[in-house]
């Protein structure tokens, strides 16, 4: 078995491409680029947590970071250097190869340095720190939304949860959903392109981490607004679509804009190859109130029931969280 320096040596040093000093030293030495404010942030992924014991090495080195790349694309930074804390029960050197795989795979997908972190034996988890660039004063955040602004969403969140769904024996899919919902769970692709391209159009914006209505939920209360949501309008139908408001993992962007500039989004879309699906409007209501309508006009005000009472009134045109077992519902998926 390698010793803790030659896994750092190894495995977790590579070349830098805007790095004064990377790995090697007590420090790294970065120059932010003058006009730019730095975005900082850090996730923890602990196994038996948020991953599984046999997730796949290298999709864990892809995932650990790019959960922390998808927090720069919500503040609509450029992600640029990374630092990796690893916790390891002795590695296999297999089992590390892959995730440093991973890992680089997607530092080199999004222009990220890893420049230094930390690397010691125990129950397996990883915390990574990022740091990005933001034109000063341009940063997306979570408390800008205005009352009248339209609430869009890119991609198809919900995937993530029904992959995650199959593999724990809770539903099936056929393919091509299957091997789509998997990359989904398995390899997110953060939206930095658009986090970028928002500057200067989103009032507020938010990754989708926790599922649809806990993260819209967070714009919501930091803006201290409402909100009103057209169930059709949203981009899935069935079981998908409760994956879609009550799941996470998938790291799209949920963010608002000016209703003047529904327009230039959907544009956007156009140029960026994304689904960019408007799914509804920020209210003067009660602040963190969340108002759906359905397909009948029927409205459903889940902010004043339980998180599972709110799941309940969706069960009779949908299929339930609770019954995913239910066969067949993969033709939903396409
Ligand atoms: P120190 O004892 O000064 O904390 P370490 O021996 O822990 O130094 O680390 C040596 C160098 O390797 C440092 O530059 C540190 O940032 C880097 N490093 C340690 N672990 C990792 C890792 N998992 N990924 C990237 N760099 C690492
Ligand atoms: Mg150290």
Avoid at 103 to 115: H, K, R
């Amino acid at each position: 078995m390698p010793s803790e320096f030659e896994i750092i040596a190894r495995y977790f040093t590579r070349g830098t491409s805007h790095t004064t000093l990377g790995v090697g030293d007590d420090g790294a030495l970065i120059a932010p680029t003058p006009g730019q404010e730095l975005v900082i942030s850090t996730d923890l992924l602990v196994e038996g947590t948020h991953f599984l014991a046999d997730t796949d090495a290298e999709a864990l080195g892809w995932k650990s970071l790019a959960v922390n790349v998808s927090d720069m694309a919500a503040m609509g930074a450029q992600p640029r250097w990374a630092l990796l804390a690893a916790v390891l029960p002795a590695p296999t050197v297999d089992w590390i190869e892959a995730f440093a795989r991973g890992f680089f795979d997607c530092a080199a997908s999004y222009g990220v340095d890893l420049i230094g972190g930390d690397t010691t034996r125990g129950p397996r988890a990883f915390c990574v720190t990022i740091l990005g660039e933001v034109p000063a004063g341009r940063a997306l955040r979570r408390d800008g939304a205005k009352a009248g602004d339209s609430i869009w969403v890119s991609g198809r969140p919900g995937r993530a949860a029904l992959g995650l769904a199959h593999l724990q024996g809770r539903t099936t899919l056929i393919e091509p959903a299957l091997t789509e919902c998997l990359a989904a769970l398995h390899k997110p692709q953060p939206r930095v392109a658009l986090g970028l391209a928002l500057h200067g159009i989103a009032s507020a914006a938010i990754d989708v981490s926790d599922g649809l209505l806990a993260d819209l939920g967070h714009i919501l209360e930091q803006s201290a607004l409402g909100a009103r949501l057209h169930i059709a309008d949203l981009p899935a139908a069935g079981l998908e679509r409760d994956c879609l408001l009550a799941g996470g993992d998938d790291y799209e962007l949920l963010f608002t804009v000016p209703a003047a500039s529904d327009g230039e989004v959907a544009a956007l879309g156009t140029r960026l190859g994304l689904r960019l699906t408007r799914i509804g409007d920020i209210v003067a209501g009660r602040p963190g109130e969340l108002v759906l309508c359905d397909d009948g006009g029927t409205v459903i005000t889940p902010a004043t029931r339980g998180y599972d009472h709110f799941m309940s009134p969706l069960e009779a045109g949908t299929v339930s969280l609770a019954d995913m077992s239910r066969p067949p519902w993969a033709g939903t998926v396409s």
